[in-house]
Protein backbone atom coordinates (compact mmCIF):
# COMPACT_ATOMS: atom_id res chain seq x y z
CA UNK A 1 0.00 0.00 0.00
CA UNK A 2 2.74 2.58 1.09
CA UNK A 3 4.54 2.19 -2.53
CA UNK A 4 1.45 1.99 -4.31
CA UNK A 5 0.51 5.53 -2.53
CA UNK A 6 4.44 7.02 -3.13
CA UNK A 7 3.83 5.69 -7.16
CA UNK A 8 0.39 7.43 -7.53
CA UNK A 9 1.78 10.88 -5.80
CA UNK A 10 5.02 10.77 -8.05
CA UNK A 11 2.42 10.00 -11.04
CA UNK A 12 0.63 13.25 -9.83
CA UNK A 13 3.52 15.14 -9.25
CA UNK A 14 4.68 14.38 -12.98
CA UNK A 15 1.65 15.47 -14.64
CA UNK A 16 1.65 18.90 -12.32
CA UNK A 17 4.89 19.23 -13.49
CA UNK A 18 4.09 18.30 -17.38
CA UNK A 19 0.66 20.46 -16.97
CA UNK A 20 3.03 23.75 -15.50
CA UNK A 21 5.44 23.33 -18.67
CA UNK A 22 2.67 23.19 -20.53
CA UNK A 23 1.23 26.36 -19.45
CA UNK A 24 4.43 28.65 -19.71
CA UNK A 25 5.16 27.87 -23.03
CA UNK A 26 1.56 29.02 -23.83
CA UNK A 27 2.32 31.75 -22.16
CA UNK A 28 5.90 32.28 -22.95
CA UNK A 29 4.48 32.31 -26.89
CA UNK A 30 2.18 34.83 -25.96
CA UNK A 31 4.73 36.79 -24.54
CA UNK A 32 6.79 36.92 -27.30
CA UNK A 33 4.08 38.09 -29.73
CA UNK A 34 3.07 40.59 -27.25
CA UNK A 35 6.43 42.13 -27.83
CA UNK A 36 6.27 45.25 -29.83
CA UNK A 37 7.56 45.23 -33.14
CA UNK A 38 7.68 48.79 -34.22
CA UNK A 39 7.13 52.15 -32.84
CA UNK A 40 3.47 53.07 -32.69
CA UNK A 41 3.11 56.60 -32.08
CA UNK A 42 6.85 58.17 -32.97
CA UNK A 43 5.22 61.62 -33.41
CA UNK A 44 3.44 61.98 -30.26
CA UNK A 45 4.66 64.90 -27.99
CA UNK A 46 5.91 63.85 -24.71
CA UNK A 47 6.84 65.67 -21.34
CA UNK A 48 10.16 63.81 -20.80
CA UNK A 49 11.93 61.04 -22.91
CA UNK A 50 13.17 58.10 -20.49
CA UNK A 51 15.62 55.80 -21.30
CA UNK A 52 16.19 52.81 -19.52
CA UNK A 53 20.17 51.66 -19.36
CA UNK A 54 21.31 48.30 -20.00
CA UNK A 55 21.19 47.68 -23.47
CA UNK A 56 22.27 49.02 -27.62
CA UNK A 57 20.61 51.81 -28.92
CA UNK A 58 18.93 53.07 -25.86
CA UNK A 59 20.79 55.94 -25.17
CA UNK A 60 21.64 57.04 -28.26
CA UNK A 61 17.57 56.33 -29.29
CA UNK A 62 16.46 58.41 -26.32
CA UNK A 63 19.56 61.54 -27.15
CA UNK A 64 18.15 61.10 -31.01
CA UNK A 65 14.23 61.48 -30.03
CA UNK A 66 15.58 64.43 -27.71
CA UNK A 67 17.26 66.31 -30.53
CA UNK A 68 14.18 66.16 -32.86
CA UNK A 69 11.93 67.91 -30.31
CA UNK A 70 10.49 64.96 -28.69
CA UNK A 71 10.43 65.94 -25.58
CA UNK A 72 11.32 68.82 -22.87
CA UNK A 73 13.67 66.78 -21.21
CA UNK A 74 15.60 63.24 -21.14
CA UNK A 75 16.04 61.57 -18.14
CA UNK A 76 18.09 58.25 -18.43
CA UNK A 77 17.82 56.07 -15.42
CA UNK A 78 20.32 53.50 -13.91
CA UNK A 79 23.35 55.44 -15.24
CA UNK A 80 26.64 53.80 -13.51
CA UNK A 81 28.06 56.46 -11.26
CA UNK A 82 31.13 58.74 -12.11
CA UNK A 83 29.56 58.86 -15.51
CA UNK A 84 28.41 62.26 -16.79
CA UNK A 85 26.56 64.01 -19.48
CA UNK A 86 29.44 65.16 -20.80
CA UNK A 87 30.52 61.23 -21.49
CA UNK A 88 27.45 60.12 -22.65
CA UNK A 89 27.40 62.57 -25.40
CA UNK A 90 31.10 62.13 -26.25
CA UNK A 91 30.12 58.38 -26.44
CA UNK A 92 26.87 58.98 -28.70
CA UNK A 93 28.67 60.44 -31.27
CA UNK A 94 25.21 61.57 -32.32
CA UNK A 95 24.23 64.17 -30.66
CA UNK A 96 25.11 68.13 -30.61
CA UNK A 97 26.34 69.34 -27.06
CA UNK A 98 23.43 72.19 -27.17
CA UNK A 99 20.68 69.24 -25.50
CA UNK A 100 23.27 68.81 -22.86
CA UNK A 101 21.69 70.97 -20.32
CA UNK A 102 18.20 69.36 -21.32
CA UNK A 103 19.50 65.82 -20.33
CA UNK A 104 19.65 64.63 -16.49
CA UNK A 105 20.82 61.21 -15.53
CA UNK A 106 19.63 58.88 -12.19
CA UNK A 107 22.46 56.87 -10.63
CA UNK A 108 19.86 55.20 -7.91
CA UNK A 109 18.16 52.25 -9.58
CA UNK A 110 20.08 48.79 -10.50
CA UNK A 111 16.94 47.19 -11.72
CA UNK A 112 13.27 47.92 -13.71
CA UNK A 113 11.56 48.13 -10.38
CA UNK A 114 14.27 50.92 -9.59
CA UNK A 115 13.96 52.57 -12.71
CA UNK A 116 10.55 53.12 -12.08
CA UNK A 117 10.76 54.23 -8.45
CA UNK A 118 13.48 56.57 -9.74
CA UNK A 119 11.71 57.41 -12.79
CA UNK A 120 8.16 58.46 -10.55
CA UNK A 121 10.24 60.39 -8.31
CA UNK A 122 12.14 62.77 -10.63
CA UNK A 123 9.13 63.21 -12.94
CA UNK A 124 6.93 64.41 -9.86
CA UNK A 125 9.59 66.83 -8.82
CA UNK A 126 9.03 68.27 -12.83
CA UNK A 127 5.85 68.30 -12.98
CA UNK A 128 5.33 66.10 -15.86
CA UNK A 129 2.29 64.74 -17.27
CA UNK A 130 3.76 62.18 -19.90
CA UNK A 131 6.85 60.51 -20.90
CA UNK A 132 7.98 58.43 -24.00
CA UNK A 133 9.33 55.22 -22.08
CA UNK A 134 12.93 54.00 -24.25
CA UNK A 135 13.99 50.53 -23.89
CA UNK A 136 14.58 47.19 -25.48
CA UNK A 137 11.90 45.69 -27.57
CA UNK A 138 11.84 42.53 -24.96
CA UNK A 139 11.92 44.47 -22.27
CA UNK A 140 9.11 46.92 -22.87
CA UNK A 141 6.26 44.93 -21.73
CA UNK A 142 7.99 44.60 -18.39
CA UNK A 143 8.93 48.12 -18.18
CA UNK A 144 5.38 48.84 -18.67
CA UNK A 145 4.18 46.84 -15.89
CA UNK A 146 6.52 48.57 -13.59
CA UNK A 147 6.29 51.99 -14.82
CA UNK A 148 2.35 51.84 -15.00
CA UNK A 149 2.55 50.91 -11.08
CA UNK A 150 4.60 53.37 -9.74
CA UNK A 151 3.25 56.15 -12.26
CA UNK A 152 -1.04 55.22 -12.96
CA UNK A 153 -1.74 58.42 -13.65
CA UNK A 154 0.77 59.42 -16.05
CA UNK A 155 0.76 58.83 -19.97
CA UNK A 156 3.26 56.85 -21.17
CA UNK A 157 4.42 56.25 -24.31
CA UNK A 158 6.63 52.60 -25.12
CA UNK A 159 9.49 53.23 -27.87
CA UNK A 160 11.23 50.07 -28.33
CA UNK A 161 14.78 50.27 -30.07
CA UNK A 162 14.93 46.50 -31.47
CA UNK A 163 18.64 44.69 -30.92
CA UNK A 164 20.09 43.85 -34.13
CA UNK A 165 20.51 40.07 -33.56
CA UNK A 166 16.78 40.03 -32.55
CA UNK A 167 16.17 41.16 -35.90
CA UNK A 168 18.53 38.95 -37.73
CA UNK A 169 16.27 35.83 -37.53
CA UNK A 170 13.18 34.54 -35.37
CA UNK A 171 13.90 34.30 -31.75
CA UNK A 172 13.29 30.75 -31.41
CA UNK A 173 15.79 29.86 -33.77
CA UNK A 174 18.43 31.49 -32.21
CA UNK A 175 19.99 30.02 -28.64
CA UNK A 176 20.68 33.61 -27.62
CA UNK A 177 17.57 34.66 -28.96
CA UNK A 178 15.42 32.10 -27.20
CA UNK A 179 17.12 32.32 -23.71
CA UNK A 180 16.86 35.95 -24.02
CA UNK A 181 13.47 35.81 -24.24
CA UNK A 182 12.51 33.27 -21.98
CA UNK A 183 14.74 34.89 -19.45
CA UNK A 184 12.65 37.81 -19.73
CA UNK A 185 9.31 36.26 -19.64
CA UNK A 186 10.15 34.72 -16.56
CA UNK A 187 11.07 38.27 -14.96
CA UNK A 188 7.48 39.31 -16.11
CA UNK A 189 6.21 36.51 -14.42
CA UNK A 190 7.56 37.03 -11.22
CA UNK A 191 7.24 41.02 -11.62
CA UNK A 192 3.50 40.36 -12.17
CA UNK A 193 2.80 38.20 -8.72
CA UNK A 194 5.32 40.44 -6.52
CA UNK A 195 2.66 42.38 -5.19
CA UNK A 196 0.73 39.06 -3.72
CA UNK A 197 3.57 37.94 -2.51
CA UNK A 198 5.39 39.00 0.79
CA UNK A 199 8.52 41.42 -0.03
CA UNK A 200 10.26 39.13 2.56
CA UNK A 201 10.03 36.19 0.36
CA UNK A 202 9.99 38.51 -3.38
CA UNK A 203 11.86 41.40 -3.08
CA UNK A 204 11.24 44.40 -5.15
CA UNK A 205 14.73 43.70 -7.06
CA UNK A 206 13.79 40.37 -7.20
CA UNK A 207 14.39 38.78 -11.37
CA UNK A 208 15.74 41.92 -12.18
Known amino acids: MR ?16 ALIVLWLIGLWRFAAAIPSEVAAPDRLTDAIVVLTGGSQRV ?11 AKKLFISGVYRGVD ?6 VSRQTPDSVACCVVLGHTADNTAGNARETAQWMAGEGFHSLRLVT ?20 IVPNPVFPEFLRQAAWWRSRA ?14 ALVRPAVPSVLLPAGAGD
Open 3 to 18: RGRIARLLRQAAALAV
Open 60 to 70: EGGLRLLAEGK
Open 85 to 90: VTELLR
Open 136 to 155: ASYHMPRSLLEFSRAMPDLE
Open 177 to 190: GALLIASEYSKYLV
